[in-house]
């Protein structure tokens, strides 16, 4: 019984952490303004923000992204680039999966009662 209740202690902090994360991107992306068409562009833009998120996971080598720890180029390898940018495009997606995981969570949640 405590296994249950702390998945949903875990699964109602990942929903605050995912509602602020989506109140961020719409105030980066948009400013305080409020518009129904831009509100309908956000949500298209979310979901497939989302969906990239949760489908492509970069998989770096992170014993080669370069020299102290991919803070200085390794000049004789071209493969520490290209891991150093699978380590952005990690960061980048990383919101939009725990947004994705949060959502398919409560409908395994919901789908289980």
Known sequence: MGRIELRI????L???????????????I???????NKLLLFV???IVYS???????????????GWLGGLINNP??????INRMLVFILII???GRMISTTVLSWIDLFKKE
């Open 9 to 12: 202690e875990m699964l109602i």
């Open 14 to 28: 990942k929903t605050i952490l995912s509602i602020a994360i989506v109140i961020m991107l719409y105030y980066l």
């Open 30 to 36: 948009f400013g305080i303004s409020f518009h129904i």
């Open 44 to 46: 298209a833009i979310m």
């Open 51 to 65: 969906v990239v998120g949760y489908f492509i996971i970069p998989r770096p080598d992170y014993s080669n992204v």
């Open 76 to 81: 004789f390898r071209i493969s520490d680039n």
């Open 93 to 95: 997606l990383m919101p």
